[in-house]
């Protein structure tokens, strides 16, 4: 088996051989001239697919110092099958790296069959491991680790065993990941074989892509006549909506009011799948014909 371990330190330790690549095939350009990751020039490692809040905070950082020199090397895969190169390690400093006006990276190129074998779990696991305790990147987590699991069973499934994963694959998991327990990876192997593995990674939303989501409801023929408000997480979903809403009516002098929700965590988007959205929908439509008024919501995509 491919000693990832081995390959993480030859990374990490600049044994294999770095080369200047372009950045821009992993952005797709928006309407406005903003850039916006191409989810299928990358592999997924994390359960979100990027936290914007901290992208924001490292380009204002190196801003105001200056210094460049904490910016992670990328990791890329190369896909022989599909004959395209793909992003495993390095989603939020190569978006730091566009942000800060750079079109240009280095990175490590790894080949997905001699490098990994054939098998997407131990892409993963690099991916996990070159993420961990690096203060330019955001660590590993619980829930990374799980996805690395699923991936194990499936692979296990699609090789004709069990899904289970065996003691030494378990033994494996919790000697490289210690902040993870047997009875964790217990849990999680009963809730794969109960609800399936494969959950697309959390979309998160720049201010860019809710801008220009508001303006693209505001051309829909359906919203004509209608106040339409900032796309808002679904966290408080009974207060800044409700007041805003009220607020924008009187001051445009309409009755029709459209207000987008998004999610930005794992677990709002696990309370929209059970039936969230529907309190919301039920909600808003109550308070209008109460007030006379037509409230109408929206959700974005969580993936």
């Known amino acids: 088996m491919t000693n990832i ?11 294999r051989s770095v080369k200047e690549i372009d950045i821009l095939p992993y952005f797709i350009k928006l309407a ?33 110092t200056g210094d460049r020199s904490k910016l992670s090397t990328l990791t890329t895969v190369y896909f022989p099958e599909e004959d395209e190169t793909k992003l495993l390690n390095g989603n939020h400093t190569v978006e ?42 955001n660590s590993t987590s ?4 799980k996805k690395e699991l699923y991936e194990i069973m499936d692979e296990r499934v699609a090789d004709g065993k069990d899904a289970k994963p065996s003691d030494d694959e378990i033994d494996d998991l919790i000697s490289v990941y210690p902040f993870i327990t047997r009875a964790t990876i217990g849990q999680w192997i009963s809730y794969h074989t109960t609800a399936g593995s494969r959950r697309a990674p959390l979309k ?16 829909q023929r359906k919203y004509k006549g209608y106040v339409i408000l900032e796309p808002r997480t679904i966290e408080r979903w009974d207060n800044t909506g409700v007041s805003q809403a009220f607020i924008n009516c009187k001051n445009e002098n309409t009755t029709k009011v459209l207000i987008p929700f998004y999610c930005d965590s794992v677990a709002q988007s696990e309370k929209l799948e059970k039936g969230e959205d529907a309190k919301i929908t039920n909600f808003y439509k109550e308070l209008g014909e109460y007030y006379g008024l037509t409230f109408e919501v929206d959700f974005l995509s969580c993936e």
């Open 204 to 219: 998160s939303y720049s201010k860019g892509e809710l801008k220009l989501q508001k303006e693209f409801y505001s051309k």
């Open 5 to 15: 371990i081995k390959l993480q330190e030859e990374i990490e330790s600049e044994i």
């Open 96 to 137: 730091i790296e566009l942000l800060l006006g750079m079109q240009k990276a280095k990175a490590v190129n790894l080949d997905f069959v001699k490098d990994f074998g054939g098998k997407m779990s131990l892409v993963l696991r690099l991916g996990n491991l070159l993420n961990r305790e690096d203060v330019e990147r």
């Open 142 to 145: 619980s829930a990374d680790v």
């Open 32 to 64: 406005d001239g903003s850039y916006v990751p191409n989810p299928k020039k990358r592999i997924q490692v994390r359960e979100r697919d990027r936290d914007v809040d901290f992208i924001e905070r490292i380009v204002n950082k190196v801003n105001q």
